[in-house]
T-cell receptor
Framework: AQKITQTQPGMFVQEKEAATLDCTYDTSDQSYGLFWYKQPSSGEMIFLIYQGSYDEQNATEGRYSLNFQKARKSANLVISASQLGDSAMYFCAMRERGDYKLSFGAGTTVTVRA | GAVVSQHPSWVICKSGTSVKIECRSL??????MFWYRQFPKQSLMLMATSNEGSKATYEQGVEKDKFLINHASLTLSTLTVTSAHPEDSSFYIC??????????FGAGTRLSVL
């Protein structure tokens, strides 16, 4: 079964507006971690933000915030005030308890329009 | 600054030759490194977990004799694609698990086998 589901293959966002990238996950563990990575066309994977399953507050890192809804098993990424440089592929990932491995979603390609 | 260095960033080789890709942890000792493979516009697929001083753990379906992994020191893991063929052409990327929960990635290696 798919552990991470990203339902948006691609999206267009207007510059300076907010973008919400969907991510749902499937796990029976109580302890797990959720991650978002950005992959520009150059190929490098850039870590953006992390949310632990026991964290009560939604994680924020600069213009990135993670909307964590545990009961719905949802971990959407919000990019505020989008910039042209935000155009990239974004991956949601999960690490379950006792496992170093990351399970990645299929990714969402974000294109920011001027 | 970069946490992980991967070299080379791009390699073209003839069919039947072997190619070695290096992954270095720059600022800490990494007992565990990961190797992923990514096809265009697809997600990352974990190939193997590289363990310092012991054998790598390969994911199901990954040929151990084809993709040789050596983690000889706490800062260096290498992936050797042996007897490369055109179907091995892909983007290979490594990551390092730091203290805490975050995996940091190298810039990746684009392999083209002619």
């Amino acid at each position: 079964a798919q552990k991470i589901t990203q339902t948006q293959p691609g999206m267009f966002v207007q510059e300076k507006e907010a973008a919400t990238l969907d991510c749902t996950y499937d796990t029976s563990d109580q302890s797990y971690g959720l991650f978002w990575y950005k992959q520009p066309s150059s190929g490098e994977m850039i870590f953006l933000i992390y949310q632990g399953s026991y964290d009560e507050q939604n994680a924020t890192e600069g213009r990135y915030s993670l909307n964590f809804q545990k009961a719905r098993k949802s971990a959407n990424l919000v990019i505020s005030a989008s910039q042209l440089g935000d155009s990239a592929m974004y991956f949601c990932a999960m690490r379950e308890r006792g496992d170093y491995k990351l399970s990645f979603g299929a990714g969402t390609t974000v294109t920011v329009r001027a | 600054g970069a946490v992980v260095s991967q070299h080379p960033s791009w390699v073209i080789c003839k069919s039947g030759t072997s190619v070695k890709i290096e992954c270095r942890s720059l600022d800490f000792q990494a007992t565990t490194m990961f190797w992923y493979r990514q096809f265009p516009k697809q997600s990352l697929m974990l190939m193997a977990t590289s363990n310092e001083g012991s054998k790598a753990t390969y994911e199901q379906g990954v040929e151990k004799d084809k993709f040789l992994i050596n983690h000889a020191s706490l800062t260096l893991s290498t992936l050797t694609v042996t007897s490369a063929h055109p179907e091995d052409s892909s983007f290979y990327i490594c990551s390092v698990q730091r203290q805490g929960n975050i995996q940091y990635f190298g810039a990746g290696t684009r392999l083209s086998v002619l």
